[in-house]
Every structure is written in structure tokens, then in C-alpha cells.
């Protein structure tokens, strides 16, 4: 008697667990009426008990179903009993032949294990992949290039470059000394809301293809289509007048109530209202040109950086005391050479070269230039650079 409390007991908790499990068991139902919301997955859950089992649902069905993740209310689909397909294979799936070429990309997991829901559109990636003859249609991988074709891509963007002496960047971004002179600065008024002009923001960086205010100097005017350059103002080098640090260009695309909007085309350092503009200067590129040696060139002295850093590195920028004047012009190379002497401790120091730099921008009374070398970092304002070879 206690036993067969028991196994009536456990039938009661089998039957309550769901009509998942007790619709599985039952063999006898012979059709089903697809209605909104059904789905194959569903369906092999729901008679089958393993919602994996929906290809043996599909198979059963062809004639009906034209892809397996599109199906229709009102469809009837049978469900005969037959040999159910097993969701895991009792065997290894047999590796690919090669030979033929790679394999076609796999469709998603979700995508092959999850039908769209009837009734539901289906992705139109989804149906172009499953109608007949869609292994045609597909010429490139579905998540683009593969990694290998896309390494040989970058690597030849950075190896098949076209020589340049002075780039463009350069001379833009490494900035001058205004000699003394008043030059004709402009004012950044801030980042703007595009269109309105009031909605400026003072301490909030430009980014690129932003839109900003700029308002021009007094009598002056800019036109739609002017580019202009976005400055900083510097720390005074002695008689050469203050430091012009560059933080980008805009490009005049608008006005708006007596201020005009410019577009950021280019970011050099943080672009921020107040700070200043001016006309760009034109810049000259020298082509193909190549730097030749030349003898008993030009000697120059270093004035120092836009900043006070003492050791230098690559690339830093340094201004040297001549300029247009005197020869000087953008690809100019110089050598920046230790003075010989005798310190106090008996050791000699000889004329050594401590560093190489290139000039890439020229004014009238002095030159811009970035240090391409550095053998001894500690050069100090003063030093003596001579000029060893010139664009020709």
C-alpha cells in the first residue's frame, strides 16, 4: 500500500511540472495547426521534448515549410513519429575537404538553432542566406576582409608612402615666434550647438568637424570657405617675440549675427574658447625635392622651445635665431654640435654632434624646426647649429 502512495505521488509532481514534458511523451497526435507566435524551436520542445530536435519537425515538412525560420498560421505540419534526429551527433562531423576551396562562413548560432517567430519579419541578411541559390549571391565573407588580407593592407598604407620633405602637418602644427610684430588675431569663442550661437562652453575641448565661434578683429571680416588657425598664445624668447603653439584648424562655413561659424578640420592640442586665430599661412611644398650637403653652411643658435623641458627627444620643436633673411627655408637639415673646451676638471670636451633637426617653417627674422635626432638629450638654449645639407 505505501508503495503505491508513493509512485502515484510521483506522477502527480511529472503531471504538474508542465505541459512541456507531458506533451512529449504523448506519441499520438498526428498534426499541428501553426498559430502566431509559434515556432519550429517551440514545437520540438513541445513534442519532442528537446527544442533541438526541431530539424526532424522541418524534415517531416518540406513540402510545406519553405525555410525552416519562416512559417505561416494556418500551416499544418505533421508530426508522425518517426526516427528523431538526435541534437548532438552520435559521430565527429568528418573534417572538411579542402581541396574545394575554404569553407562558406557559418551562419550564427542564434541564427541556425532559433527560428524568427511566425508572422514576424524576417532579416533580410537571414532570407538572402536561405533562399535557393543564395551561395552564388555571396562573394565576400560575412564579417568582411579576413585578418590576413587586412594586416597586408595596413602594412602597405605605412611602406608605400610618397617621400616628402616637409609635410603639410608640420608646418602648421609646429608654430613660430611673432618676431615682435602685430599680427592679426581673431578670437575663438567656443564650441557651439550648431546652429545657436549663444550656447557656449568655454573649458570644453573642440573635437573634430565640430562646430565653433569665431569672431574676427576689429575691422576685419572672413569669408565662407577661410581657413584659419587656432592658437595659443606662449611664454617671450627674448627679442624674438612670444611663442605661437598651434591647436588646429577651422574653416569658415557660416555667420550668425555679426559672428561667424567655422568647422574643426584639424586638432593639433586641446582647442578651447579664447583662444586665438589667424589667416593660414601658405604653405610651400617642395615636392620630391632632396636635402643635399653643403659645406660652410649657415650657423644659427638654438633659442630654445615652446616649453622649458631641458632634456630633448625626437620630434620636439625648437626655434633658431635665423630666418628668410639670411637663407634659411623649410627642409633646411642642421646639426647641433658640442662646443669644444677644457673643463675645470682637466677633461676635454670635443665638438661632437649631440643632435639633428629639420627646419619646417621659416620666418622672416627666425625658423621652426623638430629635432629628427638626439644623441645627447641635455642641449641647452645657446647651442650652436650649423646647417649640413639643403633642399634642392
Given amino acids: 500500500m505505501q508503495r503505491t502512495i508513493r509512485w502515484s505521488w510521483l506522477g502527480a509532481i511529472a503531471l504538474a511540472a508542465g505541459p512541456t514534458l507531458a506533451a512529449a511523451q504523448d506519441t499520438s497526435t498526428q498534426s499541428h495547426t501553426v498559430r502566431e507566435g509559434d515556432t519550429l524551436w517551440d514545437l520540438a520542445r513541445q513534442y519532442r521534448g528537446d527544442p533541438f530536435l526541431w530539424p526532424d519537425i522541418y524534415r517531416m515538412n ?21 526516427e528523431a534526429v538526435a541534437s548532438v551527433p552520435a559521430e565527429d562531423t568528418p573534417a572538411p575537404d579542402t581541396s574545394a576551396g575554404p569553407p562558406a562562413a557559418p551562419l550564427s548560432d542564434e541564427l541556425a538553432e532559433s527560428p524568427v517567430t511566425a508572422d514576424a519579419p524576417a532579416p533580410a541578411s537571414l532570407a ?48 613660430f615666434l611673432t618676431e615682435k610684430q ?3 588675431f581673431g578670437r575663438v569663442l567656443g564650441p557651439v550647438t550648431p546652429p545657436q550661437i549663444r550656447a557656449l562652453a568655454r573649458n570644453t575641448n573642440a573635437m573634430p568637424y565640430a562646430t565653433v565661434a569665431v569672431a574676427a578683429p576689429k575691422g576685419a571680416t572672413y569669408q565662407v570657405g577661410d581657413t584659419l588657425l587656432v592658437v595659443q598664445i606662449g611664454r617671450e624668447i627674448r627679442d624674438y617675440g612670444e611663442v605661437v603653439i598651434p591647436s588646429g584648424m577651422v574653416q ?4 550668425a549675427g555679426g559672428r561667424y561659424l567655422a568647422s574643426v578640420i584639424a586638432v593639433y592640442g586641446p582647442m578651447r574658447g579664447g583662444q586665438s586665430v589667424l589667416p593660414l599661412d601658405r604653405f610651400g611644398d617642395p615636392g620630391t625635392a632632396k636635402a643635399m650637403p653643403v659645406s660652410d653652411g649657415i650657423r644659427a643658435t638654438l633659442l630654445g622651445g615652446s616649453g622649458r623641458q631641458d632634456l630633448k627627444v625626437p620630434q620636439m620643436v625648437m626655434f633658431l635665431d635665423k630666418g628668410r633673411k639670411d637663407g634659411i627655408a623649410p627642409g ?42 638626439v644623441i645627447s638629450p641635455d642641449i641647452a638654449p645657446g647651442s650652436e647649429a650649423r646647417q649640413v645639407a639643403k633642399l634642392r
Avoid at 594586416?151 to 617621400?163: G, L, N, R, V
Fill in 332 to 373: 633646411d637639415l642642421f646639426e647641433v654640435r658640442r662646443q669644444p673646451e677644457r673643463l675645470g676638471d682637466g677633461t676635454i670636451r670635443v665638438a661632437e654632434v649631440m643632435a639633428t633637426l629639420q627646419v619646417v617653417h621659416a620666418r622672416e627674422r627666425s625658423a621652426t624646426a623638430r629635432l629628427l635626432n
Fill in 62 to 82: 518540406t513540402s510545406v515549410v519553405e525555410d525552416p525560420h519562416w512559417i505561416y498560421p494556418g500551416e499544418i505540419l505533421q508530426l508522425a513519429t518517426t
Fill in 182 to 184: 602685430k599680427l592679426p
Fill in 128 to 175: 538572402s542566406l536561405t533562399k535557393p541559390g543564395a551561395e552564388a549571391e555571396i562573394s565576400e565573407p560575412l564579417f568582411g576582409p579576413r585578418p590576413g588580407n587586412t594586416m597586408q593592407e595596413s602594412m602597405k598604407a605605412y611602406a608605400d608612402q610618397p617621400y616628402r620633405a616637409v609635410r603639410r602637418s608640420e608646418f602648421y602644427s609646429s608654430g
Fill in 252 to 255: 569658415v562655413t557660416d555667420t
